[in-house]
């Protein structure tokens, strides 16, 4: 297994730009989710989707949209990128079931907009 | 607001000795506590975790303590080695809920 896959690594985008994250996991997860990692801040949810077709706001959704058409992939879409938007975009997977909430996390990609 | 806290940003420690990491909440709902452990340009990977059920969950070096009435939790590692400098990151989630909710981390440091 593969886990959790995140391309690209590593992006630079110019302010107004738009540009896909892409996420996919291996494991049959029915769970998946986005966050941003900010110096000091430590992991905040952008998004997250409890299975295909279903998808919710985390806690800090503004500037980004997801859509989960199949169990497999996550994408995380900024329409018109700003600066403070640079960050580190992790992507994370978990089964379902109250027993089970270890998620498991992609390697990230690190996003810079000038 | 925020409703899991790392008080310490770092903390360093001599190689056989015990790490202490602390995390503290305010959340009442929170039910299940989870360690990560970040290396640099990695994704955090799953440590340990605990029930609010239970007191202590142990998994070889590590052992997980949560307080409930002090809405506090720590993480134990004994002993500790240089491969376990990192960044401990401690995520709390709500009963009927997956999100997690993460703390600052804390960078740890083994000195051999």
């Known amino acids: 297994n593969a886990g959790v896959t995140q391309t690209p690594k590593f992006q630079v985008l110019k302010t107004g730009q738009s540009m896909t994250l892409q996420c996919a996991q291996d494991m049959n997860h029915e769970y998946m989710s986005w966050y941003r990692q900010d110096p000091g801040m430590g992991l905040r949810l952008i998004h997250y989707s409890v299975g295909a077709g279903i998808t919710d706001q985390g806690e800090v959704p503004n500037g980004y949209n997801v859509s989960r058409s199949t169990t497999e992939d996550f994408p995380l879409r900024l329409l018109s990128a700003a600066p403070s938007q640079t960050s580190v975009y992790f992507c994370a997977s978990s089964r379902q079931g109250r027993e089970h909430r270890e998620q498991y996390f992609g390697p990230g990609t690190r996003l810079t907009v000038t | 607001d925020q409703q899991v806290k790392q008080n310490s940003p770092s903390l360093s420690v001599q190689e056989g000795r015990i790490s202490i990491l602390n995390c503290d909440y305010t959340?009442?709902?929170?039910?299940?506590f989870l360690w990560y452990k970040k290396y640099p340009a990695e994704g955090p990977t799953f440590l340990i975790s605990?029930?609010?059920?239970?007191d202590k969950n142990e998994d070889g070096r590590f052992t997980v303590f949560l307080n409930k009435s002090a809405k506090h939790l720590s993480l134990h590692i004994v002993p500790s080695q240089p491969g376990d400098s990192a960044v401990y990151f401690c995520a709390a989630s709500a009963r009927s809920s997956y999100k997690l909710i993460f703390g600052s981390g804390t960078r740890l440091l083994v000195r051999p």
């Open positions: 605990i029930s609010s059920i239970k």
């Open positions: 959340n009442s709902m929170f039910d299940y």
